[in-house]
C-alpha cells in the first residue's frame, strides 16, 4: 500500500524559462578535463553563487564569475511551477499521503521552490546540496523514507530522469513513475502529465492508496 508519493523538482514541479548553465561554464573554465566531477560537486556544496563556489576551492574568483552570477539570478528568476504541480500535490494531500521531494541542485536553485510555495505540499526535503547525497545514491531514498517515517516499498517516486528518479528509487524497493512531458516513451510506469499521476493510483479500502496494475 502506497503511502507516500516522493518527486523531483526541477522539470517535474518546476521549469526554467532559461538555463545558461554557469556552474558549467564556469567548470569547463576551471578544469576543461573533468568539469563533471567540478559540477557534481557544486551539487553537494551550500553555495551562495559561482563566485562563492570558486572561493570554497581555493580560486580567487576571476571578474567573468561575476556575469556568471548574473545570468545565475536571472535563470532562477526565470522558474516557473508547471501548470500541473499544485492541483497534483493538492489532491495527492487531500487523499492522506504524505510527500516528499528529492532534488540535486546547486544550492541557489532552492529559490524557487519556496517563492511558488510548493514548500507547503511537503512533509520532507532531501536537497544534495543539503545532505551531501545526490540521487541516485541509495542512501538519498533511504534518508527520505526514514524521514516520512515509511517502508520504502510504501512509496512511489515521480520524476522526469529514468536513472534519478526510476531505476535509482525501484533499486531500494521502491515504486516509481516516469514523468515524461513530451509525451515519448509512454507505457506501464509512464506519464506525459502530473495530472494523469492519479490515474496510476486508486484509493485502497484502508489508509493510502495502492498502485494499479
Same mark, same amino acid.
Given at each position: 500500500?502506497?503511502?507516500?508519493?516522493?518527486?523531483?523538482?526541477?522539470?517535474?514541479?518546476?521549469?526554467?524559462?532559461?538555463?545558461?548553465? @554557469?556552474y558549467?561554464?564556469?567548470?569547463?573554465?576551471?578544469r @576543461?578535463?573533468?568539469?563533471?566531477s &567540478?559540477?557534481l560537486?557544486?551539487?553537494l556544496?551550500? #553555495?551562495?553563487?559561482?563566485?562563492d563556489?570558486?572561493?570554497?576551492?581555493?580560486?580567487s @574568483?576571476?571578474?567573468? #564569475?561575476?556575469?556568471?552570477?548574473?545570468?545565475?539570478?536571472r535563470?532562477?528568476?526565470?522558474?516557473?511551477?508547471?501548470?500541473?504541480?499544485?492541483?497534483?500535490?493538492?489532491?495527492?494531500?487531500?487523499?492522506? &499521503?504524505?510527500?516528499?521531494?528529492?532534488? =540535486? &541542485?546547486?544550492?541557489?536553485?532552492?529559490?524557487?521552490?519556496?517563492?511558488?510555495?510548493?514548500?507547503?505540499?511537503?512533509?520532507?526535503?532531501?536537497?544534495?546540496?543539503?545532505?551531501?547525497?545526490?540521487?541516485?545514491?541509495?542512501?538519498?531514498?533511504?534518508?527520505?523514507?526514514?524521514?516520512?517515517d515509511?517502508?520504502?516499498? =510504501?512509496a512511489?517516486?515521480?520524476?522526469?530522469?529514468?536513472?534519478?528518479?526510476?531505476?535509482?528509487?525501484?533499486?531500494?524497493g521502491?515504486?516509481?513513475?516516469? &514523468?515524461?512531458?513530451?509525451?515519448?516513451?509512454?507505457?506501464?510506469?509512464?506519464?506525459?502529465?502530473?495530472?494523469?499521476?492519479?490515474?496510476t493510483?486508486?484509493?485502497?479500502?484502508?489508509?493510502?492508496?495502492?498502485?494499479?496494475?
Amino acid at each position: 500500500m502506497t503511502e507516500a508519493v516522493i518527486f523531483d523538482l526541477y522539470g517535474t514541479l518546476i521549469q526554467l524559462g532559461r538555463d545558461t548553465n @554557469p556552474y558549467l561554464r564556469f567548470a569547463r573554465r576551471v578544469r @576543461p578535463e573533468d568539469p563533471r566531477s &567540478l559540477v557534481l560537486r557544486s551539487l553537494l556544496t551550500e #553555495t551562495r553563487g559561482v563566485g562563492d563556489f570558486a572561493v570554497q576551492l581555493g580560486i580567487s @574568483p576571476a571578474s567573468d #564569475t561575476e556575469s556568471l552570477d548574473d545570468d545565475l539570478q536571472r535563470d532562477i528568476e526565470s522558474a516557473r511551477a508547471f501548470e500541473d504541480a499544485a492541483a497534483a500535490l493538492a489532491e495527492l494531500r487531500d487523499r492522506g &499521503l504524505k510527500l516528499g521531494l528529492i532534488s =540535486n &541542485l546547486a544550492a541557489p536553485y532552492k529559490e524557487p521552490f519556496f517563492r511558488h510555495g510548493l514548500d507547503g505540499y511537503f512533509h520532507a526535503t532531501v536537497f544534495s546540496c543539503d545532505v551531501g547525497l545526490r540521487k541516485p545514491e541509495s542512501e538519498v531514498y533511504l534518508r527520505m523514507a526514514r524521514d516520512l517515517d515509511i517502508r520504502p516499498a =510504501n512509496a512511489v517516486m515521480v520524476g522526469d530522469s529514468l536513472r534519478s528518479d526510476y531505476d535509482g528509487p525501484r533499486a531500494v524497493g521502491m515504486n516509481a513513475v516516469l &514523468l515524461r512531458r513530451s509525451g515519448e516513451s509512454r507505457g506501464e510506469g509512464v506519464i506525459k502529465s502530473l495530472s494523469d499521476l492519479s490515474g496510476t493510483l486508486r484509493l485502497s479500502s484502508g489508509h493510502g492508496v495502492d498502485p494499479v496494475a
